[in-house]
């Protein structure tokens, strides 16, 4: 069975900077999509951002310009680095990896932005 492991979460003012991390807890097979959810309280969890086995990646509008996705495939792992940190980018942040006949998600970890 594999397990999501995600690590950099915390507390940070506005303006800062974060990086979170996921790796999987075993090798998996590397054509697959990684990224990153968040949910909020009273909120839908929603898409952050994704990379893909070839590099292709995407971003939520709200994120664009300020969070980079990034993955080193042969070590299972996927980052998030997010910086110019706003009040409203706090929320769970869930990390997903999602293959053909596969997905696996982390327990998440919690981002609080201070104003």
């Known amino acids: 069975q594999v397990q999501l492991v995600e690590s950099g979460g915390g507390l940070v003012q506005a303006g800062g900077s974060l990086r979170l991390s996921c790796a999987a807890s075993r090798s998996i097979f590397s054509i697959n999509t990684m990224g990153w959810y968040r949910q909020a309280p009273g909120k839908q969890r929603e898409l952050v951002a994704t990379i893909s086995s070839g590099g292709s990646t995407n971003y939520a509008d709200y994120v664009k310009g300020r969070f980079t996705i990034s993955r080193d495939t042969a070590k299972n792992t996927v980052y998030l680095q997010m910086n110019s940190l706003e009040p409203e980018d706090t929320a769970v942040y869930y990390c997903?990896?999602?293959?053909?006949?596969?997905?696996?998600w982390g327990q998440g970890t919690q981002v609080t932005v201070s104003s």
């Open positions: 997903n990896v999602q293959g053909r006949y596969y997905a696996y």
